[in-house]
Structure formats: C-alpha cells, structure tokens
C-alpha cells in the first residue's frame, strides 16, 4: 500500500528540503527567500520499508482576498483532504509563531492523523521550542532534521501505523529470445518501452497558458493560474490517462531569455524546466498567438530537438487571435528556422475555452509513434540503395571516392541510423541531408529529430594479414 503524505506548514520551515530528502534526490526548489513553493508537487519515496506518496505544499499564509496566496492555500487544503497523513514542520530554531498555532488549529479542524515535527534540530539548544509545541495540540513533537537526515528513524516508527500490507502479484517477466531475428527481438524491447506512461511536459515562455492547459486536460484546476507572471516554479508532474493511454503530464516554469534571468530562484526554476523537458519523451511548445516564434521560442524548439525529444506545437488563445496572420508568420519561421525537423506538428487551442485539446492529444501520440519507429533491416537497405543508384555519393571532402556499404538503425527514441563507408570522414554535409529528407518522406518520420552518423568499416584482410 501507498500512504499519501501531505507536507504543511508556515513558509520557510524546511518542507521542500524534507520532500527532496524523502523521495531521494534534489526535485523540488530549495531557497532562503519564503514561499518558493507554490503549486503541490508530488513525488514517490520507498522510506525504509514504506511507499509513500509525499506531496510538498505551499507555506501557510492567511489572507481572505482573492490572490495569489488564497490561491496557494487552497492548493494546500486539497493536499490535507487528499492525504493519509500530515507532516506538519515548525523551526524549532526560532519557536512556535502565530502562523504556526492558527494553522494548526486549521488542521486539527481537519481531522486528518497528523504527525508533529520540529525541525532544524541539529542542536540540543531548540529543546525549549520542542517543548512549547505541545500547544499546538498535534501531539508530540518528533525532534527532526531534514537538511542532516537526522529524525528519520523516529519519522518512520509515526508513520508504521498508517501502513496496511498488501499482496502484490509479481509475474516474472522472462522472455526467452532463442531463435528470434535482431529485428524480432527490437520489436519486442520497443513493445516494453512504449506500454510505460508517457513522460509529456509542456514548457512555453511565461504567461503564454502552460497551467491553464494543464487543468483544461486534467479537467481539474490542479494547477495554480492567474495574471501574475511567473506563478509557476517547480516542475509538476501529474498521473493521467487519455482515451487508454497512461501519462505523465509535466508542467513547467515559464523560460525568458537567459540575459532577463536575474533572481537565483528563476535561475533554478528554469534549469528545473529544461531538466523536465529533456527527460520528456514528447514536449508541448505552447506560443501565445500573439507572439508566434519569437526568439526566445525558437531557442526552446532548438534545445529540444537538439537533446532529441519529439516536438509539438500548440499555439494557445486561438479563439482571440488574428488568425491568418498568426499561421502565415508561424509557416515562415518554421521553414527558416527548425529545418532540422521539418513537419512539426502544429496544432491551435485555447486553453480557456478547452478547445482544440483532442487535436493537441492527437498529434501528440502520432509524433510519439513516429519517435518510436525502428524500421526493418531489408527494406532500410532497399532504400538505401535505390538512393544511391539514384544519385551516388560525389567525391568527398578529401578528393578520395566514397564508397557506402550500408545503413542499419541503431536505435529508436529518436530514431538513429549508422551509414558505414569507407571514407566516412570525407561525405559532404550536404548528401547526408539528402538522405535524411528521403528517409523523413518515405517512411514517414517527418516532425521528428533524426540521427545519422557515418562510420568506417572494418578491413576485411586484416585478419588474415596478422595471422601470416
């Protein structure tokens, strides 16, 4: 069984550090500046002998107007109703506060288990603070560090009650690959990789829709909107499922031109999003129609491609833009600017008015085929040939003839070919983006990165030269 832990507290009490300790590695954003954190993330941790789903909040900050910290503590509230259990931190460094004893009462309205812990224990000089948290009425406070790792034992021994065994069925998944052709068994591999969820993140400069889009295919406000610019800053990952099809969806911060980054917080925020998105098997690109391709989304586009994630473009807030000047100047820039993959899909949406979604998902899943493809040696060769009989290769850099023997695809995700030869230094730039122009067309692999790499092949008599 998974317990679900929710982690709470006023801002700058350690919960993304406890969260990042937790699950293992260093996901969410930690800084010294209060309320980095913003949206629920969440992440899963095998603690000792627990699986724990532990999701980081927001800091706990009042206020009964319609702003961005309501907002946030909304977020919050569904954390606490979602969860088994709460981990509730206080500084044990400078003692209980206000917002610590009004937030407490909130969650002891609550009636959700909670588990009290005092953090930044690292001394014996918090021991006053330690005992003072037994006002909060959560119980007894756990002497606790998350930056040391110290407490983890006694976290441990809290949470054991909320774990309920289950039998779970593991089915040995030996396959015996005796007898099977290369092409056989890479068909079965691939098979394997695909029925994993997809990994789908959408990244986008800020303020162009990218949590808006998020909730509208969720059809649920997961994610924090609103005017402000910026809202988002951790990466968030979210479990779903679209007609069958199991997805990791991934929203990011928004990225600006890396000369307008100036706070250290942006500065994680975004190497927080390219992190997510090079991880990505297919990334969303999402551009204002007002603004199609500029600059800053052109070096996003060519990043991801670069780093080999398939690509497609939604262009958000259709429904108020100048349609037909929008296609024309997104036309211009993709042919000028992205021939590295010619036929990314672009698709129009608006994230408000959840149009266009079904399209968006649609051609999401067909570029994610395209970038699973591997294609079967014989008709590779077949290709192969007939395009050197069509136009053979000119003399290379080097003067000397250049003599291709044959192609093989060395992997998929992107798709990857190797082009043995014997003068593999000397084939020009030029033939290779013939080649792979052909291979795109005749076997439908537009919109995606392509890798072809040509290798030298081995000399047949150099055996038989050493051993005489």
Request: charged share 30%.
């Amino acid at each position: 069984m998974t317990i679900k832990v929710a982690i709470i507290g006023r801002p700058n009490v350690g919960k993304s550090t406890l969260f990042n300790r937790l699950i293992g590695r260093k996901e969410a954003i930690v800084h010294d500046m209060p309320g980095v954190t913003r949206d629920r993330k969440e992440g899963f941790a095998k603690f000792f002998d627990l699986n724990l789903m532990v999701i980081d909040t927001a800091g706990y900050e009042y206020s009964n107007e319609d702003n961005l910290e309501s907002r946030m503590w909304s977020q919050t509230q569904r954390a606490i109703d979602e969860s088994d259990v709460c981990l509730f931190l206080f500084d044990s460094r400078v003692g209980i506060q206000p917002y610590d004893e009004h937030f407490a009462g909130l969650v002891r309205e609550s009636g959700k288990p909670t588990v009290l812990l005092a953090n930044k224990c690292e001394g014996a000089l918090q021991e006053n603070s330690i005992y003072e948290a037994y006002k909060l009425g959560l119980g007894e406070p756990v002497p606790f560090s998350a930056e040391h790792g110290l407490g983890l034992s006694d976290l441990y021994q809290r949470l054991l009650p909320f774990d309920h065994k289950e039998e779970e069925d593991s089915e040995e998944d030996d396959i015996d690959f005796t007898g099977m052709t290369e092409d056989e068994i890479n068909a079965i591999k691939d098979e394997k990789i695909k029925a994993k969820p997809l990994q789908l993140a959408i990244v986008g400069r800020p303020n162009v829709g990218k949590s808006t889009l998020m909730n509208a295919l969720l059809n649920d406000e997961r994610m924090l909107t609103g005017p402000e610019a910026g809202v988002t800053r951790d990466a968030i990952t979210v479990g779903w499922e679209w007609r069958g099809h199991k997805i990791n969806l991934v929203d990011t911060a928004g990225l600006r031109r890396h000369s307008r980054v100036e706070s250290d917080v942006e500065k994680m925020s975004a190497a927080n999003t390219k992190h997510a998105a090079f991880m990505a098997q297919v990334v969303i690109l999402v551009l204002d129609a007002d603004a199609v391709l500029d600059k800053q989304d052109l070096t996003i586009a060519r990043q991801i491609l670069e780093e080999g994630r398939a690509l497609v473009i939604a262009i958000n807030k259709w429904d108020i833009a100048n349609r037909q000047e929008a296609l024309q100047k997104l036309n211009d820039k993709l042919q000028t600017s992205l021939a590295q993959a010619e036929g990314v899909p672009t698709v129009t949406i608006s994230a408000l008015k959840k149009e266009g979604l079904d399209k968006l998902m649609s051609a999401v899943f067909k570029v994610y085929e395209r970038w699973n493809k591997r294609i079967p040696t014989s008709p590779l060769n077949q290709w192969f040939g007939d395009m050197i009989d069509r136009q053979p290769p000119p003399l290379g850099k080097n003067k000397r003839r250049i003599k291709l023997r044959y192609i093989t695809q060395a992997k998929t995700r992107p798709p990857s070919f190797y082009i043995f030869s014997s003068n593999p230094e000397g084939l020009p730039d030029a033939y290779l983006r013939y080649l792979i122009h052909s291979l795109r067309e005749t076997f439908d692999l537009r919109g995606i990165p392509l890798r072809m790499t040509v290798r030298k092949t081995g000399n047949p008599f150099a055996d038989k030269a050493s051993k005489r």
